[in-house]
């Protein structure tokens, strides 16, 4: 189930959105859950990292819709930000904030629908897909998305997960191949990234969590056009 948080002064234009929530849920198939605030302060005050999708109209009492964005960064650097707006020029600001889009108010269904299948495609690339690892001491099930990165070491491979470290016999090129291109580079040649978890890249060298790893000259050109190519998707 989708978390939406609404961000949204005008009540019109809240249910203009929530029901086109509703029929896009209906005919693309999926189940969601939209909580609706009516200012920026009190939605950033509240925030919990728990949802997939906000919603934020850029013109709000107290806090504009742009601050509000910068805080909501600081909290939650992954949630999927939506600007919703009267005037389109101040919509090429969300660059700074990491915006994915925005919509002009007010609302069309055909306009959330497109923006919806980009949504959702997203958001099933960083939910990762579960992968099955046969280890030094049975079988685990994982997310990719739960994955930092995968190195080798002596034949046994390391999956480095937030709080746990999995291990696992094998080979850095099967490792590879079972994760999803689009999410994962190999930056030398001994660990494969996962380029969501990049924080990030100065010189030859990549921050995720609390690693920081090297890329090799024989490896930059190919990871720095990964990278590249996943933050456009996003």
């Not at 930000?81 to 007010?106: C, R, S, W």
């Amino acid at each position: 189930m989708l978390e939406i948080a609404i961000v949204e002064d005008e009540q019109i234009a809240a249910r203009q959105l929530l029901a086109g929530l509703e029929r896009c849920s209906k005919e693309q198939g999926f189940s969601y859950h939209a909580r609706t605030f009516s200012d920026g302060l009190s939605f950033i005050t509240q925030y919990r990292p728990e949802y997939d999708i906000v919603f934020m109209d850029i013109m709000l009492p107290q806090l504009n819709g742009m601050e509000t964005a910068r805080h909501l960064r600081k909290l939650d650097p992954h949630v999927c930000l939506i600007f919703t707006t009267n005037m389109a020029q101040f919509a090429i600001h969300g660059y700074e904030v990491e915006a994915v889009d925005f919509i002009l108010k007010p609302v069309t269904y055909s306009r959330l629908s497109s923006l919806f299948q980009k949504i959702l495609q997203r958001l099933n690339i960083q939910k990762g897909i579960e992968l099955t690892i046969h280890t030094t001491g049975g079988i685990q099930r994982i997310l990719t998305s739960d994955i930092f990165y995968v190195e080798i070491a002596d034949h046994l491979l390391l999956y480095h997960l937030e709080k746990q470290n999995i291990e696992s016999w094998g080979t850095l090129k099967k490792a590879r191949e079972e994760l999803p291109p689009e999410t994962f580079s190999q930056c030398n040649k001994s660990c494969i990234v996962n380029l969501s978890k990049v924080k990030t890249l100065q010189g030859n060298e990549i921050l995720l969590g609390n690693a920081v790893l090297s890329i090799s000259r024989g490896r930059k050109k190919e990871f720095l056009a990964a990278l590249n190519n996943y933050l456009r998707r996003g």
